[in-house]
């Protein structure tokens, strides 16, 4: 791994360990809104330079790592639903925030 990105990946040893959470959706023209909560475990592994979700059944998903040719952090979601979201602000202030659109992966479906 580039030295940048295990320098990127070592800030972000606080994040291992199990996390709960609590997820305000607002509502839509067709749901109500609703707060999603639970908890989440997460292990930062400078073997192959990503943080990962650990499902309660130990299965691991690749979810944020440093880019270093970008100097952008990536956050990719791989379950249920495909996309990457990138921040070029990165950590400040223990936050991170991902701005923009979506990249969403996927086939597109035709007919019915």
Do not use: K
Not at 53 to 72: E, K, W
Not at 99 to 106: A, D, K, Q, W
């Amino acid at each position: 791994m580039p030295e940048p990105a295990y320098d990127a990946l070592a800030g972000c040893a606080w994040l291992t360990g199990t996390w709960r959470f609590e997820n305000h959706v607002p509502p839509t023209r067709l749901s109500p809104a609703y707060v999603d909560v639970g908890t989440l475990r997460f292990d930062a592994s400078a073997a192959d330079g990503w943080v990962s979700s650990i499902a309660p059944d130990g299965a691991v998903t690749r979810c944020l790592t440093f880019d270093p040719m970008s100097r952008q952090w990536i956050y990719l979601l791989a379950r249920g639903s495909f996309g990457m979201l990138r921040s070029a602000d990165g950590w400040r202030d223990g936050r991170i925030e991902f701005r923009g659109l979506m990249t969403m992966i996927g086939l597109e479906r035709s007919g019915g």
